[in-house]
C-alpha cells in the first residue's frame, strides 16, 4: 500500500508541475503535440542515458565507500550524460520552431523534459530499491531533473530573443553538469557534511525553478507577449491579438 502511494504521490506532483506551468502560460497557446514530445524526448533522454552509464561508469565507482578520487570524476560524468541527454535532443529539434517564442517558454518545454527524464527514474528507484529509497527520493529530488533543465532552457530562449548565438547555452549547461556531479557526489559520499550539501543543492535548484519561472512571465509581459499587460494574444484561445482588442477577432471571447 505504501509503495502504491509513493507511486502515486511522484506522478501527482509531476503532473501538478506541469499543470502549474502550463497554466501560468499567459502568452501564445502552445502546441499540445509539442509539449507531450518534449516529455517524450525526456523519456527518451533517460533511456539514452541509461544505456552511456552502464557502458562508460563502473557502478562501483558510485557506490558508498568509493575513493573521492573515483567517486568525483564519476559523479561529474553522471553530470554531463544526464544533462546532455536531456537538454540537447530537445534543443536542436525546437531552437528555431516559431512558437518556441516567449521567456516562458524556455522554461516550460525544458522542465517538460526534465519530468519526463526524472519521473521513470524515480519510479524504477522505488520499485527496484524499495519504499525508503523511494521516501528519500520523494522527499529531495521529485523536481531536481525539471528544475535543472527548465533553468537551461530558460538560458536557451534568453539567447533567441536577445539575438545572441545559441551556443552560448554552453556555458549554463556546464554550470548545470557540475551542479548535478556535486549532487551525486554528495549523494554517494558516505559524508554526512556533503549529504547536507546535496540536499540544499536540490532544494535550491527546485526553487530557483518557480522564481525564474515568475522572472519569465514578467519579462514576457515586459515584451507585449503576454495577455496579462499589454494583451498581445487572447487568454481564451491563444490567438494573435495584435490591436489589444477587449474582445477576440477569432474566438469573440473576452481577450
Known amino acids: 500500500m505504501l509503495l502504491f502511494v509513493m507511486l502515486t504521490t ?6 501538478g508541475l506541469a499543470w502549474f506551468l502550463i497554466s501560468r502560460d499567459h502568452g501564445e497557446k502552445e502546441p499540445i503535440g509539442m509539449l507531450w514530445l518534449a516529455a517524450g524526448f ?35 560524468a553522471v553530470g554531463a550524460i544526464e544533462e546532455s541527454c536531456k537538454f540537447l535532443p530537445l534543443a536542436f529539434v525546437l531552437y528555431k520552431r516559431r512558437y518556441f517564442n516567449e521567456y516562458t517558454d524556455g522554461v516550460i518545454y525544458f522542465a517538460l523534459a526534465g519530468l519526463g527524464f526524472g519521473l521513470p527514474e524515480n519510479l524504477l528507484y522505488t520499485l527496484q530499491f524499495g519504499t525508503q529509497t523511494g521516501l528519500g527520493r520523494l522527499l ?47 549523494m554517494s559520499s558516505g559524508s554526512l557534511l556533503y549529504s547536507d ?38 487568454r481564451s484561445c491563444g490567438h494573435p491579438n495584435p490591436h489589444h482588442n477587449l474582445y477576440c477577432a477569432h474566438c469573440g471571447k473576452n481577450a
Open 140 to 186: 529531495m529530488t521529485p523536481f531536481f531533473h525539471a528544475a535543472i533543465t527548465g533553468l537551461i532552457g530558460y538560458c536557451l530562449i534568453r539567447c533567441k530573443l536577445g539575438r545572441r548565438s545559441p551556443w552560448l547555452v554552453g556555458l549554463p549547461l556546464l554550470g548545470a553538469i557540475l551542479v548535478h556531479g556535486a549532487y551525486d557526489f554528495g
Open 197 to 234: 550539501a546535496s540536499v540544499a543543492i536540490t532544494l535550491g535548484v527546485s526553487l530557483g525553478l518557480f522564481a525564474v519561472f515568475l522572472r519569465a512571465n514578467d519579462q514576457d509581459r515586459e515584451r507585449g507577449l503576454s495577455v496579462v499587460g499589454d494583451n498581445s494574444f487572447c
Open 42 to 76: 525526456g523519456m527518451l533522454g533517460a533511456v539514452m542515458a541509461a544505456f552511456l552509464e552502464n557502458r562508460l561508469i563502473p557502478v562501483s565507482h558510485l557506490l558508498p565507500g568509493a575513493s573521492y578520487g573515483t567517486l568525483l570524476p564519476a559523479a561529474l
Open 10 to 15: 511522484f506522478i501527482g506532483l509531476a503532473v
